[in-house]
């Protein structure tokens, strides 16, 4: 089994990585922070490069690649840093959406491939959202980028008091918005309330749990991605950095930190590529696989934020530094899904019941 990707997928990363760049200084992802939206540029980058149609059939305006590219691109999106609803709708709603089988789903699915609308997925239970007759009502969990959101697939209580995952036009007058405070507002939340929404029945909770699974291992990537980033930054840094005319990265114990980021790095990238692997096969390993990547990857990027922000002295716990973008990202994308331990705490319980990696 290679666990590697093709050359012409290896270059459109790079060609994608080098855009993004470009697109996208730290410094404008600073600004983002405080205007608190993404960067429309750099999402407009991704669009232009046909990346929300990468996964998509073509019979809905899609590439029909598979999700191998979707999960190189996510990782040229974390290294860059750039602030895009990537994991609301690159992940989590276009992944919802080819899972439904609802007339209206289609439609969505041709809307989202051009990049003409943008959508989320509320993936935490609901407490009090309910679907009846075509309509939902209630309060959903926080959700990244509901406030600039076309269209919200959320989960909701219906008849039988059983879970289903409707989609929800975010248009219409029966539904509000409302901002909350974010660690990254760069990248922000915002709960929905319905009041008698017209919604659509577009499957069960099944739905939902798949929905978790893919965009659990896209976001590792991302997060594969941008702590790659930080410890390339903080490699630079020590290098010129000195102190008592020494370089910094001379010290045994600044050698050590950034060898432990590096390895905490190289497993995350290891439990990333088999857990896109099992994704793109449709292997029944992805339940495992998905939870495997999601607890190495935020473990990696939430250490490799921390020693960016302490390797870079006093500096790097001020505003004008660059570790508190990615130390700000990591915290709020390693809670997106639960923590690592939630995610290996449902290993341990599959694993106890019986079930076992097939690879």
Known sequence: MNFDFSEDLKLFADGLAKGLAAACTLADVRQCVVDGRFHAPSWQFLVDMGVPALALPE???GAHLGMLPLALAAQAIGHALVPVPSFSSLYAFTNALMLADAAEAALWRHRISDGAVLGCVCLSVPQSLTFDGGYISGTSAPVLDGDCADCAI??????????????VPLSDSGVRRERLASVDPSRPLSRLHFDRAPAILIGDEALIEHTRD????????????????????TRDYVLQRETFGRVVGSYQAVKHRMAEMWCAIELAKAHSLYAAWALDSRSLDLPLAARSANAAASEAFRFAARECLQLHGGIGFTFEGNPQLFYRRSRLYSSLL?????ARAQIAARLMVGERPLN
């Open 154 to 167: 959320v989960l909701a209580r219906g008849k039988n008091r059983t879970f289903v995952s409707v989609l």
């Open 59 to 61: 019979s809905d305006g």
């Open 338 to 342: 639960g923590s690592p331990f939630d």
């Open 214 to 233: 893919a965009a659990s291992v896209l976001l590792a990537f991302e997060q594969v991605g941008a702590a790659t980033r930080a410890l390339d930054i």
